[in-house]
C-alpha cells in the first residue's frame, strides 16, 4: 500500500512552453502533498507544500506563478512550469503523507530546450 | 535554522562489507529523524525513522539510532550487498506529522561491489 504515482516520467519541451506534472496517491488519501526539485547529484530541495481545497504554501525563493500547484481532489496534485526556460531542467518530485510517513513518486525528469 | 549534513560520497564497499553513513542534524526542539533510499532510476522510499532520542529504527538489515546529546543518527548496516547500492538520504521534520516539512541532507551514494 502507500503507493505514488507521477506522470509523466519524462517530458522534454520546448522553451516558452508550459508543463503540466501530475502526482496521484493512488490507495489513500493525502490532504498534503509535497513537491520537491532535485538537482544531479544534489539533494531534494522542498519547493511547496500542496493542501487540498486551499493555496499552495511556496518555499523562500520559488515563483508562485512560475510554479502553479492544484490540490483539487485528495488524490491528486498537479505541478505546472509556466513558460519554461532550459534552468527549470530538473527532476521534479512529490510526496503524499498517509500516517506520519511522507511516500514519494518515482519523479519526473524535465527537460527544456 | 535546521539542516542535515551527510558524508560525501561516494562510499565503495565489497560485499558483506560493514556500512556507516554519518549523518547529524541541527535543529530546534525535538525533530524526527528518517533515512530514506533512492535506487538507480526511482524515487524515494522510506528506510527507518526514529521520533524520540534513543529510538532505534531498523529495516533490511539497517539501522539507525537518535542520539541527541551528539545530534546524530548514523545508518548502519553490518554486511552489504550489491542489492544495497543506491544513494541515501538523511532527513528531519519538525511540526506535525502530516504538514511538517522534510529537510533532507544531501544525499551519500552507496556502490557494493561484488
Known amino acids: 500500500g502507500a503507493v505514488v504515482s507521477q506522470h509523466p516520467s519524462r517530458v522534454i519541451c520546448k522553451s516558452g512552453t508550459s508543463v503540466k506534472i501530475e502526482c496521484r496517491s493512488l490507495d489513500f488519501q493525502a490532504t498534503t502533498m509535497f513537491w520537491y526539485r532535485q538537482f544531479p547529484k544534489k539533494s531534494l530541495m522542498l519547493m511547496a507544500t500542496?493542501?487540498?481545497?486551499?493555496?499552495?504554501?511556496?518555499e523562500q525563493g520559488v515563483e508562485k506563478d512560475k510554479f502553479l500547484i492544484n490540490h483539487a481532489s485528495l488524490t491528486l496534485s498537479t505541478l505546472t512550469v509556466t513558460s519554461a526556460h532550459p534552468e527549470d531542467s530538473s527532476f521534479y518530485i512529490c510526496s503524499a503523507s498517509l500516517q506520519e510517513t511522507q511516500y514519494f513518486g518515482p519523479g519526473t525528469r524535465l527537460l527544456v530546450l | 535554522g535546521n539542516s542535515v549534513t551527510q558524508m560525501e560520497g561516494p562510499v565503495t564497499l565489497s560485499e558483506e562489507a560493514f556500512l556507516t553513513i554519518n549523518c547529524t542534524y541541527t535543529a530546534t526542539g525535538y525533530p524526527s529523524l528518517f533515512w530514506y533510499v533512492q535506487y538507480p532510476g526511482e524515487g524515494l522510499q522510506l528506510l527507518l525513522k526514529a521520533t524520540k532520542a534513543d529510538d532505534k529504527g531498523s529495516n533490511k538489515g539497517f539501522e539507525a539510532t537518535y542520539r541527541k546529546e551528539t545530534t546524530s543518527f548514523h545508518l548502519e548496516k553490518g554486511s552489504v550487498q550489491v542489492s544495497d547500492s543506491a544513494v541515501y538520504f538523511c532527513?528531519?521534520?519538525?511540526?506535525?506529522?502530516?504538514?511538517?516539512?522534510?529537510?533532507f541532507g544531501q544525499g551519500t551514494t552507496l556502490q557494493v561491489k561484488p
Open positions: 500542496s493542501n487540498e481545497g486551499s493555496k499552495a504554501t511556496y
Open positions: 532527513a528531519l521534520r519538525r511540526g506535525s506529522s502530516n504538514t511538517g516539512k522534510l529537510i
